[in-house]
């Protein structure tokens, strides 16, 4: 009887420990476009894909080179503020995976 407990105990260790999932990681982040010409005022959501995309932590880290031309949103939306060129970037949250989108913001003109 003892062995059988033992069998059973075991069986069930084994088949825990085989369904246990492990984390998917991130193995890279990538924007859609690695360009965009937006006018002063404008606003986009910037496209990125994160590979693979069964990743378990897709949360992302977002800046920009220059504060003064474009905002960006920790959730991707970029605004045109001002005449100029930035570089926005993202990078996944363990740190290892990073890319860049450059973004030229051009001044509202009007015709007269």
């Known amino acids: 009887m003892k062995r059988f407990f033992f069998l059973i105990v075991s069986a069930v260790l084994l088949l825990t420990a085989c369904n246990k999932q492990t984390d998917v990681l ?13 006018y ?3 606003s986009i959501m ?9 990743a378990v932590n897709k949360s992302l880290q ?9 905002s960006v949103s920790q959730s991707g939306e970029i605004r045109a503020i001002a005449p100029g060129k ?5 990078i996944s ?5 990073k890319d860049t989108c450059e973004i030229t913001v051009l001044p509202i ?3 007269v």
């Open 40 to 42: 002063v005022g404008e």
């Open 46 to 54: 910037l496209d990125v894909v994160i590979v693979p995309s069964n």
């Open 109 to 111: 003109t009007y015709a």
């Open 93 to 97: 949250k363990d740190g290892a995976f």
């Open 62 to 70: 977002w800046g920009t080179t220059n504060a003064n031309v474009v």
């Open 26 to 38: 991130v193995q890279g982040v990538k924007f859609v476009s690695s360009s965009q010409t937006l």
């Open 86 to 90: 930035a570089t926005v970037s993202v």
